[in-house]
């Protein structure tokens, strides 16, 4: 018995016809049909794809937002034996130029309002061989041969029968961006998916199950829209699809109006829904779950979700290259009847491995970590849905270390072996050869109840090498405290050392294609700011 | 990444060291300890089974009841690199011996109070070159150079590192009764189990966590206790061991002052423990789950747990040949509100398959049956935890089919698709060419106030092959109505030629090894019982 997608799909097919797919479009009107309809037009499309001549292991792109059509993509494409590549819409042209000529995509669907996106590129992408836009084609288009969705779908059978795939065939694609250069490519087996989606199923991951009704907020051109497609398909859960540009306001009327159970985001896309619905409140009580991951949670939001909205925020760390689910917040039986205070504690933390993942925390000289939650080092991680390379890309001898994944992400372990996540290894600041975690002081800044969003990077320094600059941006309606109020709120919690040299006012923070804050181009900034002498003292004295 | 067990095993250790396993003793006491030490036990036995000349493949047998003994050589034979063979403790001795020599099992464990199963078979085990004593020696023993399992664990070292197993090497080993002839083996392997395992903790299956306190009934000599061991090494779950010759009584003291969430037990095992909460009641309301299986649960006994003790019954259903699980009650999203009569109606049926797992049921032509639970066919099988042959067997011809497990079980389906299991293929009655369900009229039977166990089996017969004797057990301090009482209660609900022609009281119904009812002697019985006409013009009737 081979591990594929397959059998999850023709499971759904058979024993949950009737549950539904909901998906916004870009009217704002809901698109409702049943898996029934779902998986008969995922075989017709699986069909047209490989009439249009895809075969076994080829490539198809798909460019678009979180849409009934692009799950119909998303069960078509790895269940007929191809590769799905979902490319992300928000990186620069010549990265997308990039990524499709580097996975040599022969097909790509493009949603209506990206299709801009390939005009730009015209010429540049050779391997593309047929374009189907996923809605109604446009006026005008500059692009030769494109074809609408629906009159392709009209080219395939509904009775197509899916092969029965090896294990390890490819079946998905993605790419990560990289510190330094072009993206990465890391390809998925039906393998690795398969084991993916049985340990999102788990009651100690993320427990996705048929009663769920699931909003990815996280989109479908990133890390597999953190799986949840896959599980959905696997146990039948109801999806709530958020369509083209789903603003804060969107997403809440969603998951009030579709009962939604689980959703999943950004850390930056919940505190937009905080600041929402302070606006206009929603009853969102029917989520049992808001996961956020990319970056840290604060812990102020965690309280504000649960004494407003009685909404539990878990948090969750992974990456593209993790497909993307690592590791999740645990609570251990003791906790199950402790108070919210302990269980935010819990909550905020990145949790322990899912059942499958190893993972281990190793200091510079390659030894673990002790479980003090003080000591920091890289994660590493492992397990059979871990990548082990990176595709066609010589940057997998630096990233991959006897079948482990060296994350980049630096953490401490606590004494009950969770994670806290303590900064991405470039995110460091190094100050006078110690260890500076942007993260606790983004925290701690976002803890202040005029502060809605904050980051911290390092600005060089001819004496201490880098010094903490902090980028603030108010809450709505309220102004950015002084640089010495801030400085005094944050020095409760921290070594003088460790205090920003300067605070910046924003309006808001600039964003990386897939929302997180764009430090880089911080640093950027950071690299052209004064930094004041005064501070340095006190690092001196720390450092006696 | 090879899928197997020791990631498990290790994932425990890591991180829930401090979880408890807690084992009922012969003479009723608790022995108690954590998973820490069960870990560094289970490393220290690996390691003295690997220096007593145990390689890779060998198989290492167990005759024993459930203790904390046993559940260290769940965990230390398998991730070793051996074959935990799981020999049960109630068969024949011949068949005992057959296994035993089939398996060419190279070392035994055996509890003191089963050793005089191997001193009757002395001789006749030639491939046994060492038996370990699972508790104290006994004063007098005729088997030459048995040792006791604490001086055998020290011989081995708890810093023992286990080896990386390839996920296709054999990892366990059960036997299973056949209708006819010796029992047939089923291998498993670590992949098997692996899978098994990550099945068992999904939501939409048995959503074993690391919350849950389990009591396996269910021996550990059958079937691989469920899965239980493995599922609760998983996640790092609590577990409460029954120990040697568990009553009702026994397990319903443990369940209340272990406050065990999930019990897995025989439907016979449930009944009983109904009869006793009758006699004295306990507070069993910490039961998330009360896993009946092995045979269908009536849903008078469903209504007695929920409305007496809030608990919930929930029905499995696989074998030995699935490792074991296959379908379990899956109650829909429509009906997480329903009211228990419907929940309950949902939860007598053998559900739909977990995750993983395919299934179809054909009719005597190989084609599916419609979904009007009524057209009846043979339950096939098939997924990556599914055995493929039985070992070393010219039945695994018979036994499987294009690597699909011809279960031998009869079921209908219903319209959402979910199984009801009529009989098994032997126990169908075929009375004038027609089927009649024995489980149909058993379950009727035992929801009559006065009943408690009933069994219907065929009687051969002259004109119409077979007809339908009863066997029935009284209700403690009841009597068993006269037959035609029996009769007209049947009579309203079945066809008047399904009603059994005669009605047989018992003490108690006679039992296999692994506690189901024991038909094929009650067949026995039955061939030499007399058959009244009169029924069968009722049947005559009935065909025109």
Redesign the interface.
């Known amino acids: 018995?081979q591990?594929n997608l397959k059998?999850?799909f023709?499971?759904t097919e058979?024993?949950?016809p009737a549950?539904t797919v909901v998906s916004r479009q870009a009217d704002g009107s809901l698109h409702r049909y049943d898996y029934g309809q779902h998986c008969a037009r995922a075989r017709r499309l699986a069909s047209a794809i490989k009439l249009a001549g895809i075969r076994a292991g080829d490539r198809v792109a798909t460019l678009g937002w979180n849409t009934y059509r692009h799950m119909e993509l998303y069960s078509a494409v790895p269940c007929m034996g191809a590769v799905l590549h979902t490319v992300n819409i928000r990186i620069a042209d010549e990265h997308v130029a990039y990524i499709i000529n580097k996975a040599a995509d022969r097909m790509l669907f493009v949603d209506p309002d990206l299709l801009p996106i390939i005009e730009r590129l015209a010429g540049q992408l050779p391997s593309l061989e047929k374009i189907v836009v996923t809605g109604n084609l446009p006026d005008e288009c500059s692009v030769k041969g494109v074809i609408a969705y629906e009159e392709f779908l009209e080219q395939g059978e509904a009775s197509y029968e899916f092969p029965d795939i090896d294990e390890n065939a490819p079946c998905g694609m993605c790419f990560t961006s990289a510190t330094t250069g072009l993206p990465k490519g890391v390809v998925y087996t039906h393998r690795m998916l398969y084991?993916h989606?049985?340990?999102m199923?788990?009651?100690?991951s993320l427990?996705?199950?048929?009663?769920d009704s699931i909003l990815p907020v996280v989109p479908m051109f990133h890390a597999n829209t953190w799986g949840l497609p896959f599980a959905a398909i696997?146990?039948g859960a109801?999806m709530v699809l958020p369509g083209p540009q789903p603003d804060a306001a969107a997403i809440l009327d969603l998951i009030e109006a579709e009962r939604v159970t689980f959703c999943a985001a950004a850390v930056t896309v919940g505190v937009q829904m905080a600041r929402e619905l302070q606006q206009r409140t929603r009853d969102i009580s029917s989520l049992r779950e808001l996961m956020l991951g990319g970056s840290a949670t604060p812990a102020a939001l965690m309280r504000e979700f649960a004494s407003r909205h009685d909404v539990s925020i878990y948090t969750a760390w992974g990456a593209t290259e993790c497909a993307p689910l690592a590791t999740t917040t645990?609570?251990?039986?003791e906790l199950?009847d402790a108070g919210e205070d302990a269980r935010i504690a819990v909550r905020a933390r990145q949790g322990?491995?899912v059942?499958?993942v190893?993972l281990k925390v190793l200091d510079e000289q390659g030894r673990a970590v002790s479980w003090d939650d003080e000591q920091a080092g890289e994660i590493f991680v492992?397990?059979?849905w871990?990548a082990?390379t990176y595709y066609e890309d010589e940057r997998s001898q630096a990233g991959f270390e006897n079948?482990w994944w060296k994350s980049g992400d630096i953490a401490t372990v606590g004494p009950?072996?969770s994670l806290r996540l303590v900064d991405r290894a470039k995110d460091l600041i190094k100050s006078g050869g110690e260890w500076i975690s942007s993260v606790d002081i983004e925290n701690q800044l976002m803890a202040h109840p005029n502060i809605a969003e904050a980051a911290v990077v390092a600005a060089p320094h001819p004496r201490w090498q880098e010094r903490p600059l902090a980028y603030v941006v108010a809450e709505a309606g309220e102004s950015v405290p002084m640089a010495d109020k801030l400085r005094a709120w944050l020095a409760e919690y921290f070594v003088k050392w460790w205090l920003p040299d300067d605070f910046v006012t924003l309006t808001a923070l600039p964003r990386t294609g897939v929302g997180k804050v764009d430090k880089r181009e911080l640093r950027e900034i950071s690299a052209r700011h004064f930094v004041d002498d005064e501070v340095h003292t006190d690092q001196e004295a720390a450092n006696k």
């Open positions: 018995m591990l059998s999850f023709e499971r058979t024993y949950f549950n084991l989606t049985l340990g199923c788990a009651v100690d427990g996705i199950a048929e009663r696997a146990v109801n645990h609570l251990r039986r199950l322990i491995p059942p499958g190893e492992r397990g059979p871990i082990e079948g009950d072996g």
